[in-house]
């Protein structure tokens, strides 16, 4: 191996350290209308009058939308309105856009409209949305278009059931000793991406619609349009700048509806709408919601025979991704463990929250908490050592998920060797609690996680190779530039199939669905996997193209040729070949002839075998492997005041194979640090109203620089045989057992079992009074 | 973005600053003294401080004032914290104002700015409180020296027109014997659920608290109470805890429960510091 594993330095390194980097709100033309969010300052109201009199009255005002019938929206039920239509169900939601001249102008008659709200009851929580006798967030539940595998149950707040079935309960009971059960809870919360979402929309006379966004989905920003609003597919063109951070919160599409209402409204005039951090935090989707009730048996030997899960997922007042979050929860409900008797409820409830979205992790950072936190209650009360019953109940080739997908060596990792790399790592047995005097003790927790990728069964990649006339090549994929360096990885792949220098090869960072093929979403770590493939694919057939053409001008078989150095050569005779820039664009004989012509290499790949669940039992295969890591952190804990600090974590992720070594460590440390802060620290704080009360960066807090833990990260490689060089997705790993690490840790070091999130000390406090 | 558009003034006197003053208000121009202006532009934008003209004292030689002059610290308000830091010459102060908002931001906040900010923890005046410190005001009646105990009462009660210019410390004070401890809901970054600063001088510990209340404060009652060396710590602590003044903070930061048992800990912390007591 050249160029994999090695740590080449991201291509966009120099643009983005010298603030030279281009993200959708840099993009400006003169002509450019600002769209400005009149939002809802509550939780579920009647929309009783909009006054835009005074409104229009601001010079520089174009249009005013509001209360207008726009066809309704959402991915699989189309429950959303895109400006809010008679009532508003969460705050923050968009009830007026004014298009002006200027940004100022816009704002300025944004707050002259006057909006009289009759308050209606609030449905505060996922639990009291399950209740019988709720206030309904949606009372025409029924009726909404949808997808066939969603079914809202009218008359209630569910939104979508999943169900799994699998094994026999009552023997999965009867074979157990030990039973334990707990219920968890946790608000939704924020993303917190550097950049705030941004769209622009603008309609051409001959009826293209060029939109621009910081989208993680550009691809499925064209279809929703079309599917939306009857437009032409063909005519909807989406360009992706680099975007500063996804995770998860830029896969829906939200602004992009809002930017093209409002450029249609104006005869087509581009037009701007940009989030402000505050927009960004409650209009936008947030990180969905979990309340959660678990139940596991285990038998003598500490081996689990039985669990029983409900999840009732905070989807928020309106359903959207919810829906899929809720799906991927139920897939991999267990955890990563080996258990034949698995029953899961897992709900998408509608509240008046913010509505949910995708989040790092995708449902497994939220169940992971859940899960380990009740295989620590369960190693407790079967006075078992925590790592060593995570060990025996690992999952491995030959079990079953809950979906009842066989595992084998490929498409699972390697649970058991990420556990002993973390005992040796963490000194495990050096003893988990050390105390240091009668105020202060140090205490480690542990977690393991595992997660597939429920995506769409036919969800597509491809990729383009065009050629320099000096040779080098350029490297096109509909895959966004999120920040994870994935691009340029996607170089390395190619360098290392061609056996090429990766400076030679030109990634083209923008997207432009138009003229680059299409890369599903930049979700779920799927991007090195399904574009690498598809890369690998063009690959082949680039060296078949220059293979054709070498094997005339050297008059020698194809068979005979080798590709390596940015060369077509004699594999017996090195010496007598040609370079990428004598054929790439056809070659010329001295007499003037030329043959070939130019080289485009093109490569594809779809999903394979991936099938829907079965609505009842749950059957089905929902993702094409298991990628695994195991977790360890280390507290100090103040007896006395109940504070405590992250002295250091841990995580060991089967990486299948690392590509880029900095980019991997990056990509752990970075989750690790963002599963610190979900864990410790991020939530939305709501009142009665269903109001978000911490709606800025003030007082809604992402981790800082210096607050960080020492990390430690290790890898194991147990290769995925069907993906680029064995590489198995690690974008999310280490987020997700960082809640669960760290609330095990701090449960064992105050006394107390801590079932909600964050951990702050407030909580330890709360929890210690009540059990008093 | 802010949404409106405004004058802006940079006096170089202080007569000038307060003619300029009257001068827009009477045009009705709602003006601003400026310096730092952190607030203005984030809680402008999002509506929560407005102005048509900003008068900004940062020329003002008077404000810049950073000096040791005979047995007087003398510390100008448009100082950024980030200043008084690095001149280290009131080390109660030096502390207390370190641990506010973050590292970039100080650069930015001054100390007159803080201590008249609109978002009231205002943890920079904790020391001045303690220290019996006398600042210096000045508006349309000329300059008026006055106790900050006097006037600062949850805010410094400034009338229309006028503006702090300088605070005097004295030396006994600057160099008495100090405790100063902020606690967040967690770790390093946010407001305070409680910031104490505390100073012993003449045997007596003088305790000033900031988020407890919607405003910072030193009481005579809670000092009398943790003075009262009859009784055992405990007792002076719960003294203290029982005169605490209303209204107490039950927000996002933390419930009003909470941030008692964080003050009360507190307390015993300030006591096992200064009074010579290991509790």
């Given amino acids: 191996m050249e160029v994999i594993g090695k740590s080449v330095i991201r291509k966009e390194a120099l643009d983005k350290v010298t603030g030279r980097a281009k993200y959708t709100n840099d993009f400006h033309s003169v002509s450019m209308l600002t769209g400005h969010k009149v939002i809802s300052p509550f939780g579920h109201a009647k929309i009783v009058d909009i006054d835009t009199e005074g409104a229009w009255k601001v010079p520089g005002v174009r249009a005013i939308l509001s209360g207008n019938h726009y066809p309704l929206t959402g991915e699989a039920i189309r429950d959303r309105p895109v400006i809010a239509v008679d009532k508003v169900r969460y705050h923050g939601e968009v009830v007026a856009l004014v298009i002006a001249d200027s940004p100022e102008q816009a704002k300025k008659a944004g707050d002259l409209i006057k ?488 490569g594809n790949y779809i999903l394979r075998h991936l099938t829907p669940l079965d609505p009842e039992t749950g059957e089905g295969k929902p993702g094409p492997e298991w990628s695994v890591a195991a977790y360890a952190v280390e507290i100090e804990f103040d007896r006395r005041n109940l504070t405590y600090r992250v002295i250091k974590a841990c995580s060991v992720v089967d990486a299948g194979k690392v590509l880029n070594e900095k980019a991997a460590l990056g990509q752990v440390m970075g989750a690790m640090s963002m599963g610190i802060a979900f864990a410790c620290r991020e939530t939305f704080y709501f009142d009665e109203l269903g109001r978000v009360l911490n709606p800025q960066l003030r007082t809604y807090r992402p981790l800082r620089y210096g607050e960080n833990p020492e990390y430690l990260v290790g890898f194991v490689e147990s290769p995925q045989l069907d993906a680029p060089y064995g590489a198995r997705g690690i974008g999310e790993l280490g987020l997700m057992g960082m809640p669960g690490a760290i609330g095990n840790a701090l449960s064992i070091a105050a006394d107390v079992s801590l079932q909600n999130l964050p951990l702050i000390p407030e909580l330890i406090w709360k929890t210690k009074e009540a059990s008093k | 973005m802010l949404p409106f558009d405004f004058e802006y003034y940079k006096p170089e006197t202080l007569k000038e600053a307060v003619d300029l003053y009257q001068y827009l208000d009477q045009q009705g121009k709602r003006p601003m003294f400026f310096s730092g202006g952190t607030e203005l532009i984030t809680l402008g934008r999002i509506d929560l401080a407005y102005t048509d003209a900003v008068i900004d004292i940062k020329d003002i030689a008077e404000c810049k004032v950073l000096q040791v002059s005979g047995d007087h610290v003398l510390l100008g308000s448009t100082l950024t914290l980030t200043q008084i830091e690095k001149a280290n010459l009131f080390p109660l102060l030096t502390k207390t104002a370190s641990q506010v908002a973050d590292h970039t931001a100080r650069g930015k906040i001054t100390l007159g700015g803080n201590i008249c900010a609109q978002i009231f923890y205002r943890e920079a005046v904790l020391p001045f409180l303690l220290a019996d410190s006398q600042v210096l005001i000045v508006g349309s009646e000329g300059k008026q020296v006055i106790p900050i105990n006097e006037i600062f009462l949850g805010q410094l009660r400034l009338r229309k027109g006028e503006f702090l210019v300088q605070i005097a410390t004295e030396s006994r004070f600057v160099r008495a014997p100090f405790i100063s401890i902020k606690r967040r809901q967690q770790w390093d970054m946010g407001y305070p659920l409680i910031t104490i600063a505390a100073l012993k001088t003449h045997d007596l510990v003088r305790v000033a608290i900031s988020g407890l209340c919607p405003f910072p404060f030193r009481s005579k009652e809670v000092e009398a109470a943790f003075n009262n060396k009859g009784l055992s710590i405990e007792e002076r602590v719960e003294g203290a805890l029982e005169v605490m003044p209303d209204p107490l903070l039950d927000d996002v930061e933390g419930s009003a429960e909470y941030r008692l048992f964080v003050l009360k800990n507190l307390l015993f912390d300030v006591l096992g510091a200064l009074d010579d007591v290991r509790v």
């Avoid at chain 1, 066939?148 to 059931?161: K, L, M, R």
């Avoid at chain 1, 005519?235 to 209402?261: C, N, R, S």
Wanted: glycine share 8%; charged share 25%; with cysteine.
């Fill in chain 1, 115 to 602: 909006v009289q709200y009759e308050l209606l009851p609030v449905v505060n929580s996922p639990t009291q949305a399950f209740q019988k006798d709720a206030p309904l967030v949606h009372e025409q539940s029924g009726e909404y278009k949808k997808e066939e595998d969603s079914d809202p149950v009218p008359g209630t707040n569910i939104a979508n059931h999943i169900k799994i079935r699998k094994g026999n309960l009552d023997q999965g009971w009867s074979e157990s000793e030990t039973m334990v059960e707990a219920s968890f809870s946790f608000a939704p919360s924020d993303h917190a991406a550097m950049e705030t979402r941004c769209a622009t929309a603008e309609i051409l006379p001959d009826g293209n619609i060029i939109i621009m966004t910081s989208s993680q989905a550009p691809y499925m920003v064209k279809r929703l349009i079309s599917d939306f609003f009857g437009e032409d597919i063909g005519k909807i063109i989406v360009h992706t700048p680099f975007v500063g951070g996804g995770y998860g919160g830029k896969a829906p599409v939200q602004l992009e509806l809002l930017a093209y209402v409002a450029s249609k409204e104006v005869g087509g005039k581009p037009v701007k709408i940009f989030n402000t951090r505050e927009e960004d935090i409650i209009t936008s989707p947030c990180h969905i919601g979990l309340d959660a009730t678990v139940k596991l048996g285990a038998d003598r030997t500490g081996k689990i025979r039985a669990a029983e899960i409900q999840f009732l997922w905070d989807g928020g007042a309106y359903s959207d991704k919810a829906i899929d979050v809720t799906r991927s929860g139920a897939v991999d409900c267990t955890g990563p463990y080996k258990i034949e008797n698995v029953w899961c409820d897992s709900y998408c409830m509608y509240t008046n929250h913010p509505y949910a979205s995708p989040y790092r992790g995708f449902s497994h950072s939220e169940l992971t908490f859940v899960i380990e936190r009740t295989i620590d209650l369960l190693a407790q009360k079967l006075n078992m050592d925590p790592l060593e019953i995570r060990y025996i109940n690992a999952i491995k080739p030959g079990d079953t998920t809950p979906t009842r997908v066989r595992l084998n060596e490929s498409n699972v990792g390697n649970l058991q060797k990420c556990i002993e790399k973390v005992r040796e790592l963490f000194h495990w047995d050096k003893g988990a609690v050390q105390k240091i005097d009668e105020r202060f003790v140090r205490v480690k927790g542990v977690s393991c996680s595992w997660k597939t990728s429920t995506i769409d069964t036919n969800a597509p990649s491809g990729a383009i190779l065009t050629f320099n006339p000096d040779g080098s090549i350029n490297l096109m994929s509909g895959l966004v530039e999120i920040g994870t360096g994935t691009k340029t990885v996607l170089a390395q792949i190619l360098a290392e199939r061609l056996k090429m220098n990766v400076d030679n090869i030109h990634v083209r960072m923008e997207v432009d669905t138009q003229t680059m093929p299409e890369h599903f979403k930049t979700v779920a770590s799927r991007g090195t996997f399904m574009a690498g493939r598809a890369v690998l694919k063009a690959a082949e057939d680039v060296i078949k193209q220059l293979k054709d053409v070498a094997s005339c001008v050297l008059r020698a078989p194809k068979e005979d040729l080798e590709v390596a150095e940015s060369r077509v050569f004699l594999r017996d005779d090195p010496t007598i070949g040609l370079h990428f820039k004598e054929i790439g664009y056809g070659y010329k004989y001295p007499n003037g002839n030329a043959i070939g012509g130019q080289i485009i290499g093109r």
